[in-house]
């Protein structure tokens, strides 16, 4: 029996081809989240290349063959419970709540950040000017499921922009 070496992404569900001389990624090549044993329950199943036919009488019996001592070697994330309560807490103070867009559970806002000197903004030839000031900010927000870091516009810098395009869209 030929052994394989492909393994599923616990964070985007993407299947992951590797090459056997190279050896087993350490990150997911699609999202780039660690593939380790980080809140990671790895399973080995194994295929009989035998057909399986299922009598009546199998199905009505309800043969189960797994018992509580299957399951001893895994061991629960602990404090899983009190961790997804914080972030509860977290998430009902805060105004906007925007969805992670690789395992979509609800990101929390850690704070603010103002673009440095080295930001360039691009001017638009239709605008005449751009659309956001060099001196913008953003709001930060990190996923509490598989740490995706994501910005958004400030409010403030949002509704200057609506305003910029609005005045130009009514020429």
């Known amino acids: 029996m030929s052994q394989s070496h492909d393994q599923i992404c616990p964070w985007c569900q993407t299947e992951i081809v590797w090459d056997p001389e190279i050896g087993p990624e350490?990150?997911?090549p699609h999202c780039f989240?660690?593939?380790g044993d980080y809140?990671?329950?790895?399973?080995?199943?194994e295929q009989e290349e035998q057909d399986s036919v299922l009598d009546e009488e199998d199905v009505e019996?309800?043969?189960?063959d797994i018992n509580d001592n299957d399951f001893e070697d895994y061991e629960e994330f602990d404090g899983i419970d009190d961790y997804e309560e914080g972030v509860q807490r977290v998430l009902d103070t805060q105004e906007d709540t925007p969805e992670c867009?690789?395992?979509h559970s609800f990101m929390l806002l850690t704070g603010t950040r103002t673009m440095a000197?080295?930001?360039v903004p691009v001017v638009p030839s239709a605008l005449k000017e751009p659309l956001v000031k060099a001196a913008h900010s953003t709001k930060v927000f990190v996923c509490p499921s598989c740490f995706k870091v994501e910005q958004i516009l400030s409010e403030e810098d949002r509704?200057?922009?609506i305003e910029l395009l609005k005045q130009h869209g009514s020429q």
């Open 26 to 28: 350490e990150s997911c």
């Open 33 to 35: 989240n660690e593939l």
């Open 39 to 45: 809140r990671s329950l790895n399973l080995k199943v």
């Open 61 to 64: 019996d309800g043969d189960d």
């Open 101 to 103: 867009p690789v395992c």
């Open 117 to 119: 000197l080295g930001f």
């Open 159 to 161: 509704l200057a922009m």
